[in-house]
T-cell receptor, first 111, second 113 residues
Framework: QKEVEQNSGPLSVPEGAIASLNCTYSDRVSQSFFWYRQYSGKSPELIMSIYSNGDKEDGRFTAQLNKASQYVSLLIRDSQPSDSATYLCAVNIPGNTPLVFGKGTRLSVIA | NAGVMQNPRHLVRRRGQEARLRCSPMKGHSHVYWYRQLPEEGLKFMVYLQKENIIDESGMPKERFSAEFPKEGPSILRIQQVVRGDSAAYFC???????????FGPGTRLTVL
């Protein structure tokens, strides 16, 4: 059974701090990894995708992937109140299969 | 380039009625996915379709629910004889291929009275 696990939170961080969101997955052959942000009452919005081990940076966001540990994380630097949302981790395995989503981590950035 | 479009955005039905939710994928995308999200819960995969084919319907209830993605026109998620428990947000996503990034539509909020 393919599973993606995330701490549901809420994760509270002060404005300007680094927010660290974590995700583990069960299927070793997973190849593609995605982070989506979902504001309350809105649809998920893609933030980052990562395919190989290491770090990938995009603005204030850094995705980190460690396939040996089956672990993917998202760091948000200089957190802003507008970053307050639920962050969904999604994982894809080879073949014609849909993404598997975690239940999401609720992030609250306190001004 | 228009994104994924869903309509209606809000749909109210009485118990026993039918609900039809429509999804038009992004231009160039031939793969469509439907998800359901209950309040304060995560996304639950329902069904994955390509044009004229259902690829994976493992997340869709066997009764009352059906989905199609015809050669022409939008994908349709149909819920017959709706019950209060069907009240949820239904999201559609599309991708160019089966393992590509999925882009989400704005969702349809279904309320069953």
């Amino acid at each position: 059974q393919k599973e993606v696990e995330q701490n549901s939170g809420p994760l509270s961080v002060p404005e300007g701090a680094i927010a660290s969101l974590n995700c583990t997955y069960s299927d070793r052959v997973s190849q593609s990894f995605f982070w989506y942000r979902q504001y309350s009452g809105k649809s998920p919005e893609l933030i980052m995708s990562i395919y190989s081990n290491g770090d990938k940076e995009d603005g204030r966001f850094t995705a980190q992937l460690n396939k040996a540990s089956q672990y993917v994380s998202l760091l948000i630097r200089d957190s802003q109140p507008s970053d307050s949302a639920t962050y969904l981790c999604a994982v894809n395995i080879p073949g014609n299969t849909p993404l598997v989503f975690g239940k999401g981590t609720r992030l609250s950035v306190i001004a | 380039n228009a994104g994924v479009m869903q309509n209606p955005r809000h749909l109210v039905r009485r118990r026993g009625q039918e609900a039809r939710l429509r999804c038009s994928p992004m231009k160039g995308h031939s793969h469509v996915y439907w998800y359901r999200q209950l309040p304060e819960e995560g996304l639950k995969f329902m069904v994955y379709l390509q044009k004229e084919n259902i690829i994976d319907e493992s997340g869709m209830p066997k009764e009352r629910f059906s989905a199609e993605f015809p050669k022409e026109g939008p994908s349709i998620l149909r819920i017959q004889q709706v019950v209060r428990g069907d009240s949820a947000a239904y999201f559609c996503a599309s991708s160019p291929g089966g393992t590509d990034t999925q882009y989400f539509g704005p969702g349809t909020r279904l309320t069953v009275l």
